[in-house]
């Protein structure tokens, strides 16, 4: 998270190719992100590998923002799926739901996963586009090797 600044970004500019993303908040603080943490773990601390690539990869698309003071990160856990793509589906447990797993970059695909999500709740059954993201293909193995699929930048 940046200092503030005067508005400059108006949408969440997202790229695959430095794995990135930037957005700004309402206060004008740019809302920076990238890739999760190579090592398994519960811990909720960052790390200035992390901080280094991310800013790296922020100043590759945007060299102006190398004059700005950082404030804050935030380091905590990511519910990321073994495969990278999200779950959206029923659970063996009547009229029980989820839509989880999206690690850093599901709230691009809001409109879109709610949109499916809804259609399942409503008629009980998967959309025919989240069909394949059950919770089952874990215990089946067919997951998903399509990371693009999760909407996230690694």
């Not at 409109?111 to 874990?138: C, M, Q, Y």
Request: aromatic letters at 10%.
């Amino acid at each position: 998270m940046s200092e503030p600044v005067k508005p400059i970004i108006d949408c969440v500019v997202m790229s695959n190719a430095v794995h990135v993303y930037v957005s700004q908040s309402d206060k004008g603080e740019l809302v920076i992100g990238a890739g999760i943490d190579v090592f398994i773990g519960y811990g909720q601390r960052g790390s200035f590998h992390m901080i280094e690539h991310q800013m790296g990869a922020l100043l590759e698309l945007f060299p102006v923002f190398s004059r700005l003071r950082m404030m804050r990160q935030w380091g905590g856990i990511v519910d990321v799926t073994p495969d990278a793509s999200p779950i959206i589906s029923k659970t063996p447990i009547d009229n029980l739901f989820i839509n989880c797993g999206w690690g850093t970059g599901g709230f691009k695909a809001t409109p879109g996963s709610g949109w499916v999500f809804a259609h399942t709740i409503a008629k009980d059954e998967p959309h025919p586009v989240n069909a394949p993201f059950t919770l089952e293909r874990f215990t089946s193995g067919h997951l998903i090797d399509e990371h693009a699929a999760a909407a996230v930048a690694h």
